[in-house]
């Protein structure tokens, strides 16, 4: 399976679930996900950074994520031993999820719902789970395809024991997709990546609006257009790192989420009216 694993790709059945495997030896930069399946991704090899609106999460090795359908940015990224990029992919959809909580209730309902619902769950692989991920590698290591009931029993097996170990969570499983007001999503997906070298156009596409909205609701709240107003922002931090932890411009410009120190520069001087070694100077 070469690139993403886009779930536009994957056709399934009310109720269904897909076991994948992915590997890549040159994961692609960060892509525009639209999600539209609910997805567990197990990693083998290299880390996985998925944005959402209101969030971001970072995933390694030791760790599995549940992603909610819907769009996100998602980047990957290679081990250090330059191993292929490695992991397993279950997809489901809500159909599938509200069926096991409905023959589930005895399990489940003692439980309190939280009232925080975020559009991914985040869990350490303990050594059922480490063993359970070697299971779904040696499923899918033959060239014969796997039959549906068994990929389904194998959700399921993972469900149950979610429900057992990690019950908090398996509720917020059960409602990870929440809708929230148009102001809200701008707001919370603006917040969450100041820091970020994430684009205009991608804030659009995780908000889920065309970019001329995007923009339009961004200038309503804030009083500013979406490129001026990050900009700002983000040459406020480099004053500050410049100014509290004495940093050259050539240490700072890439994780402020520039590819050249000349870029960084001439948008320093944009805001500023001076380059970052003579801010220095001044202060």
């Not at 603006?190 to 659009?204: D, M, R």
């Not at 000349?262 to 220095?280: A, H, L, N, R």
């Amino acid at each position: 399976m070469n690139g993403h694993a886009n779930t536009s790709g994957v056709k399934q059945d009310e109720g269904a679930v897909a076991i994948l495997r992915y590997r890549n030896s040159a994961p692609p930069p960060r892509a525009q996900i639209m999600l539209q399946q609910n997805l567990i991704s197990f990693l083998l090899e290299g880390e996985k950074t998925v944005h959402f609106a209101g969030t971001q999460v970072m995933v390694k090795p030791h760790q599995f994520v549940m992603l909610a359908a819907g769009n996100c940015l998602m980047s990957e990224k290679i081990a250090a031993n330059n191993a292929d990029y490695h992991s397993i992919l279950i997809f489901f959809d809500n159909n599938l999820l509200a069926d096991f909580f409905n023959r589930h209730t005895l399990l489940l309902d003692k439980q309190t719902r939280p009232s925080d619902n975020p559009p991914f769950l985040l869990f350490e692989k303990d050594e059922f789970l480490v063993n359970f991920t070697r299971s779904l590698d040696c499923m899918l290591s033959g060239d014969k395809p796997v039959y549906h009931g068994l990929q389904k029993v194998k959700l399921e097996e993972l469900f149950l024991y979610l429900a057992m170990q990690y019950p908090g969570q398996i509720q917020q499983i059960r409602n990870m997709s929440y809708e929230a007001n148009d102001d809200l999503i701008v707001r919370q997906a603006v917040t969450s990546h100041i820091n970020s070298n994430i684009t205009v156009e991608e804030l659009a596409f995780l908000c889920n609006m065309s970019l001329s909205t995007f923009k339009r609701r961004f200038a309503r709240i804030y009083g500013n257009s979406p490129n001026r107003w990050l900009l700002e922002k983000r040459m406020e931090r480099a004053a500050k790192m410049l100014r509290q932890d004495d940093c050259k411009a050539s240490e700072i410009y890439y994780e402020l989420g520039y590819e050249n120190l000349s870029s960084f520069i001439q948008s320093f001087k944009q805001i500023y009216g001076i380059t970052p070694k003579q801010y220095q100077l001044s202060n």
